[in-house]
């Protein structure tokens, strides 16, 4: 089993082939990833990836999806039906927003959207009913949905550097969140008061 960093050369071992590193220069994926069976990690750094393909739900084996496109705006449901897929990173891209599907198979643990452009959490967010890990600073979040609230697995939220002014109070509710994180947003000095006072959180200082 190996990591490849070239489509050429991972078709010489098609079997042998469970990690693949790609720079990818069109705007979509290249459908011959669907050849590899075994391929456990897929990584994509491009500067022209617009969209993920339907051919996505193919890659039924894949645990970990790193992709980085400064032009990826659009994002097919289909990668969140993916049996085995427990992390996918998607930040630094240019996603305004995520709809997901009502109802999901998801095994998805870890979702990473940080930089992108969201204005909203994603909807139907609460259908990736085994999320622990989620990250969305540096977006244009401005409010926290009722959907997040009921992620019962959720351990760690990532919501700094976005635009909100205020949190719900339920999200002390969420019994096994661990980690959360809202520095950098829009909350007034009577706000943050409220926070510390009732979440036991305290601000990181802006020298």
Known sequence: MALYKSLKKAFTN????TSLKLNIKK????????AFKNLNSLYVQS???ESIP?????????????????NLAHINNE????PKLEILNLSSCRIQNLNLPITTSSNLKDLNLGKNLLKSIPQNIESLEKLESLYLANNNITE?????????NLKRLSLDSNRLTTIPLEIKDMKSLNILSIDNNAFSAEEKAQIEKELGISFTAIM
Do not use: Q
């Not at 098609?14 to 082939?17: L, N, Q």
């Not at 705007?27 to 669907?34: A, I, N, V």
């Not at 926290?144 to 019962?152: A, Q």
């Open 27 to 34: 705007s979509c994926l290249p459908e011959e990833l669907t």
């Open 47 to 49: 500067k022209s990836l």
């Open 54 to 70: 339907d051919w996505i739900s193919e890659l039924t084996s894949t645990r970990l999806i790193y992709i980085n496109s400064t």
């Open 14 to 17: 098609i079997e042998d082939v």
């Open 79 to 82: 990668i969140f039906n993916l």
């Open 144 to 152: 926290i949905s009722k959907g997040l609230l009921n992620l019962t």
